[in-house]
Nanobody, 115 residues
Framework: QVRLVESGGGLVQPGGSLRLSCAASGPIFRVYPMAWYRQAPGKQRELVATITSGRSTNYSDSVKGRFTVSRDNGKNTVYLQMNSLKSEDTALYYC?????????WGQGTQVTVSS
């Protein structure tokens, strides 16, 4: 059974930074791609960033140059460093583990960008 637990969300002023973490249980973590998604109120869930087992990364245009995704396979953890935050980054952020048998999701961590 795979379990994902996000942390690190909070309230931050525009222009500030936050670092999200997603800790995964189980050895399969290091084999598969991981992703961060977010969902703002009244909007569909959107893909923010992905990282493969080989640490290749991709970002949505809305966060490119501001967010950085990384992973520590020894700690079974994936991170999302978010800089230059904007009000439109306010959302519930989820991590996602993609396997051939299906996707796994965490419970989400809230990020609120407001002055």
């Amino acid at each position: 059974q795979v379990r994902l637990v996000e942390s690190g969300g909070g309230l931050v002023q525009p222009g500030g930074s936050l670092r999200l973490s997603c800790a995964a249980s189980g050895p399969i973590f290091r084999v598969y791609p991981m992703a961060w998604y977010r969902q703002a109120p009244g909007k569909q869930r959107e893909l923010v960033a992905t990282i493969t087992s080989g640490r290749s990364t991709n970002y949505s245009d809305s966060v490119k140059g501001r967010f950085t995704v990384s992973r520590d396979n020894g700690k079974n953890t994936v991170y999302l460093q978010m800089n230059s935050l904007k009000s439109e980054d306010t959302a519930l952020y989820y991590c996602n583990l993609q396997t051939p048998g299906g996707d796994y999701w965490g419970q989400g961590t809230q990020v609120t960008v407001s002055s």
